[in-house]
Every structure is written in C-alpha cells, then in structure tokens.
C-alpha cells in the first residue's frame, strides 16, 4: 500500500548504516593513500609495480595506527595512538552518523544505539578484512584489535551524530538532555569529559614546548 502523503518513509537503518561505514572507511582510506602517494610521488623510487603495492599496504597500516591496532614485529608488539589520524575516521564516522540521521526514520532519541550498531557492525567487519589484508612478513597487524577499536570508534563517533542530527531536528538542546539523565550519570559523564579534554589539552601543551 503506498504511503500517505503525510507519512515518513525512511530507509532501512541496517542497510544504511552499511553504506555509512563502508562510505566512512572508504574516503578514511582515500584520504591515507593520497597524502602517502604525495610523499611517494616525491621520493626515488624504481620498480612501479612494487612501489605501489607497497604504497597501498602502507596507506591501510596508516589507517589502522589511526584505529589504535595493535602490530606484532620481530622484536614484539607495537601499539599507537596518533591523535592526528584517529580524528579522522572519527570525524568521517560523525558526519555520516548524521547523514543515516537524516535519511532514517529514528522515533525516539533512546533508539540512537540502534543506528550506531548499524554503522558499527559493518565497520568493525571492514577493519578486521583490512587487517588481514595489510599482513607482512615484517608486521602483522591484530586482526581482534581492529575489530573491537574499529566497532568502539564507529558506535561512538557514529551514535554521536546520530544524536546531534536527531536533536537538532527534534529541538533538543544539550542541556535539556542532560537533564534528562540520573544524577549521578550526568555527573559521571561531565566528569569524564573534563578530564578527557584536560589530556589532550594537556598532551597538546607538551608535544608544543618539546617541539616549538
């Protein structure tokens, strides 16, 4: 039966939320291999065949540093967390969070975990292929670790523009949502926040003065 004229009909959050992560890794990955094929542009090089494959391999490992994934090396496991990268796939995650926002039909602001589930779910499957992927005899990357960074930072910065979409189209102000929330939760989450942007302030200061 077709939809009456004051109906919403949205897409399916499942599948939309497919065409978020993989979108969201997509152009991650795209923005990776053009910054490493301006460096490899610039440096000597022989055999363009070799040369490029490796380039590529290298571009995904990027990628999966900027995801907080583990690498097993001859001399043990490394393991790093560049602030730099893991703003990107984080700030890619949020914008399409938002887009799945606008094209899904979400009633109630308490279903946000079923949008970043959906975005989440697909993500982490596309981190754990990659890792598989970009294995090396010199360095294997955590096939584990990119699933489980991968699912973290996709449901969080993906939930997180879900949210921001659904309140603005709803009206609702942050501070009208965290009246919403127990006592101690709110207080637990302003908390947390404080002190999560006092490290990086912090992180910041130091990288700053050791290197300016």
């Known amino acids: 039966m077709p939809a009456s004229p004051h109906e919403t009909v949205g897409r399916p959050i499942y599948a939309t939320g497919g065409i978020a992560a993989a979108s969201a890794a997509g152009i991650g990955l795209a923005v990776i291999v053009t910054l490493t094929m301006a460096g490899w542009v610039a440096a000597p090089h022989d055999t363009f065949g070799e040369d490029i494959a490796d380039l590529l391999r290298g571009a995904v490992l990027s990628w999966l540093v900027g995801h907080h994934v583990s690498f097993s090396v001859a001399e043990g496991q490394i393991s790093l967390l560049p602030m730099g990268l893991v703003l990107l796939p984080g700030l890619l995650l949020y914008r399409f969070g938002r887009w799945l926002a606008r094209g899904c039909v979400i009633e109630r602001l308490r279903h946000v975990h079923r949008a970043a589930l959906a975005i989440a779910g697909p993500y982490a499957a596309i981190a754990g292929t990659l890792a598989l992927l970009a294995r090396t005899d010199e360095a294997v990357p955590s096939m584990p670790r990119a699933l ?8 969080i910065a993906g939930g997180l523009g879900v949210l921001r979409q659904l309140m603005r189209d709803k009206g609702v102000a942050a501070r009208d949502l965290l009246d919403l929330m ?10 947390m926040l404080a002190s999560t942007g006092t490290l990086l302030v912090g992180g910041w200061c130091c990288s700053w003065w050791r290197w300016g």
């Open 148 to 155: 489980l960074m991968g699912f973290v930072i996709a449901f």
């Open 182 to 191: 127990p006592a101690r939760s709110r207080s637990l989450l302003v908390g």
